[in-house]
T-cell receptor, first 118, second 116 residues
Framework: GAVVSQHPSWVICKSGTSVKIECRSL??????MFWYRQFPKQSLMLMAT?????????EQGVEKDKFLINHASLTLSTLTVTSAHPEDSSFYIC??????????????FGPGTRLTVT | AQTVTQSQPEMSVQEAETVTLSCTYD???????LFWYKQPPSRQMILVIR??????QNATENRFSVNFQKAAKSFSLKISDSQLGDAAMYFC?????????????FGAGTRLFVKA
């Protein structure tokens, strides 16, 4: 089956620093990846859609300069939280769309990354 | 914009019994997918079942089935013969096909407790 990995699984950083989270599709190519944010006991909120080789599309209210997304290859998308603050502490989840099938419902989720900003 | 509403923050079911989780959605689109995802304590999202809006027949996956009412914009999940491993957070989700990108919008979730 299709597998999506995220690295790191948990990261602690100091306020004001930047942290990069990687999302990889291990056994398929993903022209499109999605980044979600999930606060404790809440739902997944779509942050942005990442397309390989082009700029990401951000949802309303998401600061594109704060959450930098790069989708440089068909198997890797990165989310960089710049100048992190404690309110950025959250669980970040990516999902990847399997471009092989061409089917819009084939999307697979990564295991998530817990970010704690101190 | 599309919205997904899950009106039951928590549900409880006795082991081996049946439980139904509710979901309604709002959209002006005619073509879309609906999903139920399970999120256990590990927080890994697991696809439970999906329904294509153009299909009238309700989807079924083993003990899981849906009641899809397109006109009413309702999409409930029925879990039969509930097992302890079914305890988790369940999210109803809508995926647009009309707009580019195939974005998925999630409901607020229903936490399911299974009593032994």
């Amino acid at each position: 089956g299709a597998v999506v990995s995220q690295h790191p699984s948990w990261v602690i950083c100091k306020s004001g620093t930047s942290v990069k989270i990687e999302c990889r599709s291990l056994d398929f190519q993903a022209t499109t990846m999605f980044w979600y944010r999930q606060f404790p006991k809440q739902s997944l909120m779509l942050m942005a859609t990442s397309n390989e080789g082009s700029k990401a599309t951000y949802e309303q209210g998401v600061e594109k300069d704060k959450f930098l997304i790069n989708h440089a290859s068909l198997t890797l998308s990165t989310l960089t939280v710049t100048s992190a603050h404690p309110e950025d502490s959250s669980f970040y989840i990516c999902s990847a769309r399997d471009s092989r099938t061409g089917s819009s419902y084939e999307q697979y989720f990564g295991p998530g990354t817990r970010l704690t900003v101190t | 914009a599309q919205t997904v509403t899950q009106s039951q923050p928590e549900m409880s079911v006795q082991e081996a019994e049946t439980v139904t989780l509710s979901c309604t959605y709002d959209t002006s689109e005619s073509d879309y997918y609906l999903f139920w995802y399970k999120q256990p304590p590990s927080r890994q999202m697991i696809l439970v079942i999906r329904q294509e809006a153009y299909k009238q027949q309700n989807a079924t996956e083993n003990r899981f089935s849906v009641n899809f009412q397109k006109a009413a914009k309702s999409f409930s999940l029925k879990i039969s013969d509930s097992q302890l491993g079914d305890a988790a957070m369940y999210f109803c989700a809508y995926r647009s096909l009309d707009t580019g990108g195939f974005k998925t919008i999630f409901g607020a979730g229903t936490r399911l407790f299974v009593k032994a």
